[in-house]
């Protein structure tokens, strides 16, 4: 492993891997370190949503916006090798009420440069034939898309390399270089770095001048925390704190189908609701969508149970339930496993993506919650732009990592 590198990046998911291929685009030395496998968290145990539908207008709607574009031009030439599809989002209103209130996002989102076109009920057979012909109506939105997350995660990657990056998997961060002193101790004599970790809540200040793990160290000006659910214990180990938690939902994957049964990813209106609660509890509104090998994905659940990847029935059953109450004929359609993930939530629903003044040298890219693989593209062009001193593309501030100790954190995500 390299003793010396212009950025570390810490996590091996779609986000870390689009801010090392960016940043090697860039011209800087990039060495990527991961605990686990490529894509061996949330990036492996995702639908690959690349969405502006489901965003209220704001700060995080702007973002998918310019990933979605990110994706789609400056990552254009690349997206068969992680079967990126302009398949389209259909969200779907069951009832007249919901239609109305779906209507009014959609104006709101429409006024935010969202491409979106009202569908009456009577048109939605002509877009999803085995649809149920419950439904009042919906919304078309062409800017969805869905790519495969752990093949962007591992190409990505791949072109870093080819730029020079380094990639050590199996490789965890016990502790951070620090300059000036040994941090939660007394002073490194002769001011050189330190090489323990630091201590939570003592020692925020010392500037981060790399990395320590059970291979080495890796010195660098900046590290980006980009660990997904356990960003914030990384932040921990530079003294700062970071309010990530772990979001648990599953995946229901069907028997292979023939193509088309499901042609857009389609959606109940109520999930933007879904996504935006902070509630603890089970939350569960369906998402539905086909693969290229046949199979459809069944979402989504959301709830806070910390790391548990014990079964629940109770989210099994919730899955089948919106599905079918989508697709009647998917009733008799067998199941042929399910899987969960941990989404990695903020309280107030925004990603972390920038530097952390608390710590000097330390940045992130985390935060991103279910959201995580649409905006990975964005995020990862900005820190490169960031890193190396260019204007970014978006204004990074309401992302900033130190805006939860100002008490805005509880703050609607929307406008």
């Given at each position: 492993m390299?003793?010396?590198?212009?950025?570390?990046?810490i996590?091996?998911?779609?986000?870390?891997a689009?801010?090392?291929?960016?940043a090697?685009?860039?011209?800087?030395?990039?060495?990527?370190?991961?605990?686990g496998a490529?894509?061996?968290?949330?990036?492996?145990?995702?639908?690959g949503?690349?969405?502006?539908?489901?965003?209220?207008?704001?700060?995080?709607?702007e973002?998918?916006?310019?990933?979605?574009?990110?994706?789609?031009?400056?990552?254009?030439?690349?997206?068969?090798?992680?079967?990126?599809?302009?398949?389209?989002?259909?969200?779907?209103?069951?009832?007249?009420?919901?239609?109305?209130?779906?209507r009014?996002?959609?104006e709101?989102?429409?006024?935010?440069?969202?491409?979106?076109r009202?569908?009456?009920?009577?048109?939605?057979?002509?877009?999803?034939?085995?649809?149920?012909?419950?439904?009042?109506?919906?919304?078309?939105?062409?800017?969805?898309?869905?790519?495969?997350?752990?093949?962007?995660?591992?190409?990505?990657?791949?072109?870093a390399?080819?730029?020079?990056?380094?990639?050590r998997?199996g490789?965890?961060?016990?502790?951070?270089?620090r300059?000036?002193?040994r941090?939660g101790?007394?002073?490194?004599?002769?001011?050189?770095?330190?090489?323990a970790?630091?201590?939570?809540?003592?020692?925020?200040?010392?500037?981060?001048?790399?990395?320590r793990?059970?291979?080495?160290?890796?010195?660098?000006?900046a590290?980006?925390?980009a660990?997904?659910?356990?960003?914030?214990?990384?932040?921990?180990?530079?003294?700062?704190?970071?309010?990530?938690?772990?979001?648990?939902?599953?995946?229901?994957?069907?028997?292979p189908?023939?193509?088309?049964?499901v042609?857009?990813?389609?959606?109940?209106?109520?999930?933007?609701?879904?996504?935006?609660?902070?509630?603890?509890?089970?939350?569960?509104?369906?998402?539905?969508?086909?693969?290229?090998?046949?199979t459809?994905?069944?979402?989504?659940?959301?709830?806070?149970?910390?790391?548990?990847?014990?079964?629940?029935?109770?989210?099994?059953?919730?899955?089948?339930?919106?599905?079918?109450?989508?697709?009647?004929?998917?009733?008799?359609?067998r199941?042929?496993?399910?899987?969960?993930?941990?989404?990695?939530?903020?309280p107030?629903?925004?990603?972390?993506?920038?530097?952390?003044?608390?710590?000097?040298?330390?940045?992130?890219?985390c935060?991103?919650?279910?959201?995580?693989?649409?905006?990975?593209?964005?995020?990862?062009?900005?820190?490169?732009?960031?890193?190396?001193?260019?204007?970014?593309?978006?204004?990074?501030?309401?992302?900033?990592?130190?805006?939860?100790?100002?008490?805005?954190?509880?703050?609607?995500?929307?406008?």
């Open positions: 390299p003793k010396t590198a212009d950025l570390v990046v996590g091996a998911g779609v986000v870390g689009a801010a090392a291929w960016f090697t685009l860039a011209g800087l030395r990039v060495v990527v370190v991961d605990r490529i894509a061996g968290g949330t990036s492996g145990a995702g639908e949503n690349v969405l502006v539908s489901d965003k209220e207008p704001g700060p995080e709607l973002l998918a916006r310019y990933s979605r574009q990110v994706w789609g031009e400056d990552l254009g030439p690349y997206g068969e090798w992680w079967e990126f599809e302009r398949k389209g989002g259909l969200v779907v209103a069951s009832t007249p009420a919901a239609l109305g209130a779906l009014t996002l959609a709101r989102q429409r006024a935010r440069g969202v491409v979106v009202e569908v009456s009920g009577a048109e939605l057979p002509a877009l999803e034939p085995r649809l149920t012909r419950e439904a009042a109506g919906g919304a078309l939105y062409p800017q969805d898309a869905q790519v495969q997350p752990m093949l962007a995660a591992a190409h990505l990657l791949r072109l390399r080819r730029r020079g990056a380094v990639v998997t490789t965890e961060v016990v502790g951070f270089l300059r000036g002193r941090t101790g007394p002073a490194t004599p002769g001011g050189g770095d330190a090489a970790p630091a201590t939570p809540g003592g020692g925020a200040g010392a500037p981060v001048t790399g990395v793990t059970p291979h080495g160290t890796v010195s660098a000006p590290v980006l925390n660990a997904g659910t356990w960003a914030g214990a990384v932040a921990g180990l530079a003294g700062v704190e970071l309010p990530v938690l772990p979001r648990r939902g599953f995946v229901l994957v069907t028997e189908l023939p193509p088309a049964t042609r857009h990813k389609v959606y109940a209106a109520d999930y933007v609701d879904a996504v935006a609660s902070s509630d603890a509890e089970l939350q569960a509104s369906p998402v539905v969508e086909g693969t290229g090998g046949g459809v994905l069944i979402g989504s659940t959301r709830e806070r149970v910390g790391f548990d990847r014990r079964p629940s029935p109770a989210a099994v059953r919730a899955l089948a339930r919106g599905a079918i109450g989508l697709f009647p004929t998917l009733a008799s359609v199941a042929m496993r399910v899987y969960a993930g941990f989404r990695p939530y903020c107030d629903h925004l990603p972390v993506i920038g530097p952390d003044p608390r710590a000097p040298g330390l940045w992130h890219a935060g991103h919650e279910g959201a995580g693989i649409g905006l990975a593209a964005g995020t990862g062009k900005l820190i490169a732009q960031a890193l190396t001193g260019e204007a970014t593309d978006l204004d990074l501030t309401p992302f900033a990592p130190e805006r939860f100790d100002e008490g805005g954190a509880d703050e609607p995500r929307g406008e």
